[in-house]
């Protein structure tokens, strides 16, 4: 109950922002109608639908980071978090709180991306279920850098690390717009050193229903889901000492 | 019965010592003031007994049970209303009574009947369904002290709750403080000398975290030989400068 409450307040304070609905839900689906217009255009392998939509939607899930850090940092900032530290609510009752709620926005998220697909043209299939599916430990990854660094930051510094930085890492480490060998070898290193790559190939690969491929990738995300959760809940519960 | 027992309660903070050694007692139902100047350690007395900042040294008893092993249950018989106005900004004015009343764990018909009765106490009922965020300071410092009431506390620690207020919140504020003594422990830290002559059973004068006084407004004014208690404070904080 205490959990679900504070969850409720949480997701109302995430959606009741226009900005966010509008950065959320709308961005990717610019990105998507601009992509499949270049391809219309130009054709390009990469930016064929069944090609940049998983992309897409991971890379929407950038935004989740961006509100869970928000949303923390301000709640920091402001006193409510302090009244509700003095409540008989346990810190892993708040951790799950600023969690819970953005998994069915990055579901939501999602399921939008992959309508607007299909309607320019992805073929139906039921690798579109588990690109969905798999859509949950990606999100989570995302989830948890918010939760990092809403514990870490304050609101001004998640505009400028999360909004800015992680948008572009993600979208620059993760072969969505551009093939990571064009860069060069020490590139494509360092990209498959981190998360990104791996959530959008695991994403390519659920949706056209090819476990074998995704397994490999499945596992790099799954690592970083543990490290980056233990790390988030570390540093939550230090920020709720530092208090 | 004792509400609250501070005992050599000491809060370090690298070089500073925000409160020394503090030992204080508070019977059930007592308002007492904390005043002090700026740095007196008011603010920091008030985290340490609301659980919110572990002491260095020492401990409190509330109602039995320390503030550093049993915090959860201090927590379940405490609010908090903090210096800073603590509300949701998103969230309308019942919605943010409601999250009160959701992590205090209120079943439905106790929630309503206690919103009924913050509303009523506090007639929010103007405002009921506005944005917290869209509020005005005065409306935001009312929600916020509903907030604190709504989960029928034991202990209420209101810090600095008229600051910033003007003339008229003021008295409401005032006349709302009166209407639950006697009923609620309040500990509350203020600046306005009148403010804890007005309200107090009893004040705690503190300066650099030591405590110099607890007594009633009276006696404070007889202790320091002074018929005004704004110069009986000042009179105390300078003998202790020296």
């Known amino acids: 109950m205490k959990i679900l409450t504070l969850a409720q307040r949480n997701a109302k304070e995430i959606l009741r922002d226009p900005l966010n609905l509008a950065f959320g839900l709308g961005f990717p689906l610019v990105l998507l109608l601009l992509f499949s217009a270049i391809q219309a255009n130009i054709p390009v392998d990469l930016f064929e639908i069944q090609h940049i939509t998983p992309g897409l939607s991971v890379f929407g899930l950038s935004f989740m980071t961006l509100f869970t850090a928000t949303v923390i940092s301000k709640d920091r900032s402001q006193a409510l978090l302090q009244r509700l530290y003095t409540t008989p609510v346990r810190p892993i009752d708040f951790i799950l709180a600023y969690t819970l709620p953005m998994i069915p926005i990055s579901l939501l998220q999602t399921v939008i991306c992959y309508i607007a697909a299909v309607i320019l043209g992805l073929d139906i299939t039921v690798g579109i279920l588990y690109a969905i599916l798999f859509i949950l430990p990606v999100s989570l990854l995302y989830i948890a850098m918010g939760l990092l660094f809403g514990s870490l930051l304050n609101d001004k510094q998640v505009g400028g690390i999360c909004g800015a930085m992680l948008t572009n890492l993600s979208a620059w480490l993760s072969g969505i717009w551009f093939d990571l060998d064009l860069v060069g070898d020490g590139f494509r290193r360092i990209a498959y050193l981190l998360p990104f790559v791996h959530s959008v190939e695991l994403e390519r690969a659920m949706l056209l229903g090819n476990f074998a491929d995704a397994l490999p990738h499945l596992v790099w995300v799954l690592g970083y889901d543990a490290v980056l959760m233990t790390m988030a809940v570390l540093f939550f519960l230090r920020q709720i000492k530092k208090q | ?242």
């Not at chain 2, 603590?86 to 999250?99: D, G, K, M, Q, S």
């Open chain 2, 1 to 242: 019965m004792e509400a609250i027992r501070a005992i050599n309660l000491t809060k370090k903070y690298k070089d500073t010592l925000a409160v020394d050694n503090l030992n204080l007692q508070v019977e059930q139902g007592m308002l007492l003031s904390l005043l002090g100047i700026n740095g007196a350690g008011k603010t920091t007395t008030i985290k340490m007994l609301s659980c919110l900042t572990q002491p260095t040294e020492g401990d409190a008893l509330l109602y039995g049970k320390s503030i550093l092993t049993e915090s959860m249950d201090v927590k379940a018989m405490i609010a908090v209303s903090p210096q800073e106005t603590a509300i949701a900004p998103r969230l309308t004015v019942r919605e943010n009574l409601e999250l009160i009343c959701g992590v205090y764990g209120f079943g439905k018909n106790k929630r309503e009947a206690r919103i009924s009765e913050m509303v009523r106490l506090l007639r929010l009922e103007p405002i009921i369904n506005k944005m917290g965020g869209k509020l005005s300071g005065g409306w935001q410092r009312r929600l916020s002290i509903a907030m604190a009431l709504i989960s029928e506390p034991k202990i209420l620690f209101l810090d600095e709750p008229t600051l910033g207020l003007d003339v008229i919140a003021r008295s409401e504020l005032w006349d709302l403080i009166r209407s639950i003594k006697g009923k609620v422990t309040v500990i509350l830290t203020t600046h306005y000398m009148e403010e804890a002559e007005a309200l107090s059973d009893r004040i705690a004068i503190m300066k650099d975290g030591r405590l110099l006084i607890c007594a009633t407004a009276e006696e404070i004014k007889a202790h320091a030989g002074e018929s005004s208690f704004e110069k009986a404070f000042i009179n105390i904080v300078r003998e202790a400068e020296k």
